[in-house]
């Protein structure tokens, strides 16, 4: 089970319709592919997103990451070397997702050497989760619109509704058309990826009190320590922390300061070895978690399942897992299908995807 190659390929797919949010918007899943092959001919795949504009990595950084820095240090390791693989991972600072999709192709291939499913491996706890869908900013008709066919296609009762525009009171409006077009059998929660100062997010909530809303989600940036302190503190909701906990220490460092009441868990910045590492410090610190989406391929919410299921307290919440339904394509040989409000992680081996060939030699850039 010794790691013989690490390849990185980027690839590009684009959106049939782009997400749009306070800090970016993504028109094409411009991602890039890990592949691990071993001394015995087992392959195991995981996807990096890259997001500029929350972690500072590019499509061209994580290809030349992986290649110059890396591939080097973890060619020639077995796949049960996973600490070891770790260090030597996090002895270069940042680049989140290139080191976690080399770590979940890691587990997918010591699934497959072993015969299990990544679930399975990470704690088996269920098979599955209840999907939460992201609305990306637009008009209230719209965002009612579309929350409308995701709950009658694929019966998702869950909706985190992007938030951080300017004048704020546009995005009040569509969470109250949201509550009064889709009743109160969804539960509805608020992302404003710091878009909103402390003072707007205070008044927006207060705003919004009576629409029974489960989260907010990092509404300001943690950088205006003090006022997301006062904005926590009067909150009557779970605060998420999202792009501010990149790391188990940034998770620590909030929650502690009273910045974040709850976290949010995403595989494509911590893979699976951290995000294990932050599912044991959630547990201990007592707070909530939900599975979060960085804006995902089917292979990257795979990964995502995969982990969410794995514990219990993870699985509590409805998972971030369809925004691979707006991509225009996919490289997975079997799409992934959201029934019944839910998504099953495969049985494995490993991840349990395969890639269709012809996708991937269609939408590569190399
Ligand atoms: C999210 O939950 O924030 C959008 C920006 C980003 O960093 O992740 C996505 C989704
Ligand atoms: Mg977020």
Not at 25 to 36: D, F, G, K
Not at 106 to 113: K, M, N, V
Not at 211 to 217: D, K, P, Q, W
């Amino acid at each position: 089970m010794k790691i013989t190659q690490v390849e990185a390929i980027p690839f590009a797919i684009p959106y049939r319709k782009p997400l749009k949010f306070a800090s970016g918007e993504v028109h094409v899943a411009e991602h890039v592919l890990v592949r691990v092959t071993t001394d015995d001919g087992v392959v195991g795949i995981a996807e990096a997103p890259p997001r500029p504009f929350t972690y500072g990595e590019t499509q061209a950084g994580i290809v030349a990451v992986i290649d110059g820095i890396f591939a080097p240090q973890v060619t020639g390791l077995d796949l049960m070397e996973r600490e070891q693989i770790h260090a030597r991972l996090s002895r270069t600072v940042g680049n989140p997702t290139a080191k976690s999709a080399l770590d979940m192709a890691i587990w997918d291939a010591l699934g497959r050497s072993l015969g299990y499913s990544v679930t399975e491996l990470l704690g088996g706890y269920t098979d599955r989760m209840r999907v939460s869908h992201m609305l990306g900013f637009d008009e209230p008709a719209a965002m009612v619109a579309e929350a409308e066919r995701m709950r009658d296609t694929y019966g998702i009762t869950t909706f985190k509704v992007k938030v951080g525009r300017r004048p704020f009171s546009l995005d009040t409006a569509v969470v109250r058309a949201l509550r009064v077009g889709l009743g109160d059998d969804v539960e509805l929660y608020v992302d404003g990826n710091r878009g909103w100062s402390a003072s707007e997010s205070a008044r927006a909530m207060k705003d919004m009190a009576d629409l029974g809303l489960t989260f907010a989600e990092e509404l300001c940036p943690a950088d205006d320590v003090l006022g997301r302190r006062w904005l926590v503190s009067q909150l009557d909701v779970p605060f998420i922390a999202d792009e501010s906990v990149v790391t188990p220490a940034e998770v620590t460092r909030e929650v502690l300061g009273g910045s974040a009441t709850a976290a949010s868990i995403k595989t494509a910045r911590t893979g699976f070895t951290t995000s294990r590492r932050v599912h044991h410090l959630a547990e201990g610190l007592g707070i909530e978690l939900v599975m979060g989406n960085q804006i995902d391929g089917q292979l990257g919410s795979l990964c995502s399942v995969a982990f969410g299921s794995a514990f219990e307290l993870t699985s509590r919440r409805a998972g971030e897992l369809s925004n691979f339904l707006d991509m225009s394509d996919d490289l997975l040989a079997e799409p992934l299908e959201i029934r019944g409000g839910e998504l099953v992680a495969r049985s494995g081996p490993g991840l349990g995807a395969v890639l269709d060939p012809d996708k991937l030699a269609h939408y590569r850039q190399d």
